[in-house]
């Protein structure tokens, strides 16, 4: 995995923590925003989701992984640091699990920029041009991590 310097790591996390003690469904509510932006950015993503199947379908599903989507970048957020081995380990399993549901590697430049939308629309205006651009960088580190293992 790609080393991010601590300026970054502590940028994310302190980001992170200001969005998501504004709210109290953060989980769900972030995570909705986030494939709700992906949705419009990449409207090939809705078929991993189920949304071929009919709206209630996808929408059940998407619910379900919003939940999952903040989880799982909060507890991957905790861990960064220097001993980075963990952390593959559990990226390694994203990333197969991402490949047996058929997630196109192509889609995860898509959930970047959705990533930073949503965090943007928790922080309005308070979140500066250096503090996206840590999130796009520790984002990069952490799919390309990822995406290396759907390849496999």
Same mark, same amino acid.
């Given at each position: 995995?790609?080393?991010?310097?601590?300026?970054?790591?502590?940028?994310?996390?302190?980001?992170?923590?200001?969005?998501?003690?504004?709210?109290?469904?953060?989980?769900?509510?972030? +995570?909705?925003?986030?494939?709700?932006?992906?949705?419009?950015?990449?409207?090939?993503? =809705? =078929?991993?989701?189920? *949304?071929?199947?009919?709206?209630?379908?996808?929408?059940?599903?998407?619910?379900?992984?919003?939940?999952?989507?903040?989880?799982?970048?909060?507890?991957?957020?905790?861990?960064?640091?220097?001993?980075?081995?963990?952390?593959?380990?559990?990226?390694?399993?994203?990333?197969?699990?991402?490949?047996?549901?058929?997630?196109?590697?192509?889609?995860?430049? *898509?959930? +970047?920029?959705?990533?930073?939308?949503?965090?943007?629309?928790?922080?309005? =205006?308070?979140?500066?041009?250096?503090?996206?651009?840590?999130?796009?960088?520790?984002?990069?580190?952490?799919?390309?991590?990822?995406? =290396?293992?759907?390849?496999?």
């Amino acid at each position: 995995m790609k080393e991010v310097g601590y300026e970054q790591i502590a940028t994310v996390l302190e980001t992170w923590d200001a969005a998501r003690f504004g709210s109290k469904d953060f989980d769900n509510e972030f +995570g909705m925003v986030a494939l709700e932006r992906l949705f419009e950015l990449q409207p090939r993503a =809705k =078929k991993v989701f189920g *949304y071929d199947q009919g709206e209630d379908i996808g929408k059940s599903h998407a619910t379900v992984h919003a939940t999952a989507f903040a989880g799982l970048f909060d507890s991957v957020f905790q861990m960064l640091g220097p001993d980075l081995e963990f952390i593959e380990d559990i990226l390694r399993q994203v990333g197969r699990r991402h490949k047996s549901m058929g997630v196109s590697p192509s889609f995860f430049p *898509y959930m +970047g920029q959705a990533l930073v939308h949503a965090v943007e629309k928790y922080l309005g =205006k308070s979140l500066t041009a250096e503090q996206r651009i840590a999130w796009e960088e520790v984002y990069d580190s952490i799919s390309n991590e990822i995406v =290396k293992n759907i390849l496999q």
